[in-house]
């Protein structure tokens, strides 16, 4: 049987032509699922690719302490002590008092800083 003899004996197509064609709605379409597919492969797969960096409690302490140079010194102190305590410090008595009263500024100053002096030789002990 020869290849003319074997399309002659093959039964016309059921779908009508215009169906097996491929039109312009057919590439958007397939344009679209693709661009579907992609975004969803590219949300999966985004956290995989994206580098972690994990600092350490030491690493995190110091960069808190820089951050909160801006705040005025009562709410400095107070918070500088508490990432004192977080590394496992505890303040003088002294220091603690100046935590619920008031300071005077050149008082507040001298024990601003020795806060940040306790709490740089913590990090360096946790770090």
């Keep these: ?76 102190l107070a918070r500088r002590a508490a990432l004192f305590a977080g590394l496992g410090g505890r303040l003088p008595a002294d220091l603690r008092a100046g935590l619920y009263r008031p300071l005077p500024p050149h008082e507040a100053e001298a024990a601003d800083a020795r806060v940040d002096r306790l709490l740089a030789e913590a990090v360096r002990r946790a770090g």
Aim: glycine letters at 2%.
């Design 1 to 76: 049987m020869t290849e003319t003899e074997l399309r002659a004996a093959l039964h016309p197509p059921r779908l009508p032509e215009a169906v097996l064609a491929l039109d312009a709605r057919d590439l958007a379409m397939a344009l679209g699922i693709g661009l579907v597919l992609a975004a969803l492969a590219w949300l999966l797969l985004r956290p995989a690719a994206t580098a972690r960096v994990r600092h350490s409690p030491a690493q995190q302490a110091a960069r808190a302490a820089a951050a909160l140079a801006q705040l005025p010194p009562p709410e400095r």
